[in-house]
């Protein structure tokens, strides 16, 4: 028998993505319903209770009204928002980011989507951390630009309209939504400095984060640290740590788009100790709706790259 999902926001960039990616699948069905119920709490928490795995794609606080909606149910749970990834209950849902993550995500009844910069800064971070050659109090910075539809509904009008903004730097009070789980998930105890940005161009990601070897523990090369992060991720299915050997002269932002996969490398020049980690991705694939699928299907124990 088809499992049932219902997509709680599904007219929203992630929710469409999600949509899309389900809608084909015999696997599933899907509930959805009509415009004019979309914000009636009686016909949402029928929607819920109907569906065996319900996804939030919803701003935080509608998350949580949602989550207070399935109170006494027995659908399982998948918050794209920001809401709960640092939550008491809730698994996070990026499977690649330990041993035991994956089997966690498919015995969960709540799980947090990961964000889309979250997911490249901590696939980074998270590994050298583990293999010892971070410190956990090393001061570092994240830098990154993504397409505009990162920013939802309200910036692909703007960015689509009559007179688009073009590229912006944001977030330059050091408070993006962002931060709480790139510290929770890498065991950093000082928060890194995050400088986003948003390009002109719809979809499509690229996080660097500068290193000097000389501020890492036992100073390791580029080799050292390709190592430690080939080794944490050579059985994902989605992750890949390009070879060192492969050198593009640029990092296009844009190459991953439509995909769930997930491509870091590490840059920079061994001479002087100035080395780049590097995470590409597609803001609406593995940063956001893929992800979600991904989870989806961990939760229902099929395919983990169905539909994908």
């Known amino acids: 028998m088809a499992a049932t999902v219902f997509i709680d926001g599904e007219v929203g960039t992630t929710g469409l993505q999600i949509r899309e990616r389900l809608a084909k699948r015999e696997d599933l069905t899907l509930i959805s319903l009509p415009e004019a119920k979309r914000k009636d709490a009686a016909a949402r928490k029928d929607a819920f209770a109907r569906a065996d795995v319900a996804i939030l794609c919803l701003p935080d606080d509608a998350a949580r009204e ?48 990961p964000g889309c910069y979250s997911t490249c800064a901590i696939a980074l971070l998270a590994p050298l951390v583990d293999a010892d050659l971070m410190a956990t109090d090393t001061a570092c910075a994240i830098f990154g630009i993504s397409g505009y539809t990162g920013g939802g509904k309200a910036m692909v009008a703007e960015f689509e309209g009559d007179t688009p903004p073009g590229p912006f730097i944001y977030a330059t009070g050091q408070t993006h939504k962002h931060l709480p789980e790139i510290i929770a998930r890498t065991g950093l105890t000082m928060t890194p400095i995050f400088t986003p940005s948003v390009g002109q161009y719809a979809q499509g990601m690229v996080v660097q984060i500068p290193l000097y070897s000389a501020a890492l523990k036992g100073r390791p090369d580029r080799a050292a640290i390709h190592a430690a992060l080939a080794a944490h991720y050579k059985a994902s299915r989605f992750v890949t ?11 296009n932002p844009q190459k ?46 099929l395919d983990e790259g169905a539909g994908l």
């Open 241 to 251: 740590v390009r070879p060192l050997d492969q050198v593009e002269p640029r990092e």
């Open 256 to 301: 991953l788009n439509g995909t769930n996969r997930l491509e870091l490398a590490v840059l920079g020049d061994d001479a002087t100790g100035r080395l780049v980690v590097s995470a590409i991705l597609d803001n609406l694939g593995k940063g956001a709706s893929g992800a979600a699928v991904q989870n989806l299907n961990l939760m229902l124990g």
């Open 66 to 113: 949602a989550v207070a909606l399935c109170d006494g149910l027995d659908t399982r749970l998948i918050d794209a928002s920001t809401a709960h990834r640092t939550a008491d209950g809730w698994t996070y849902g990026f499977p690649e980011l330990k041993p035991g993550q994956a089997d966690a995500i498919a015995k969960a009844d709540r799980v947090s989507n």
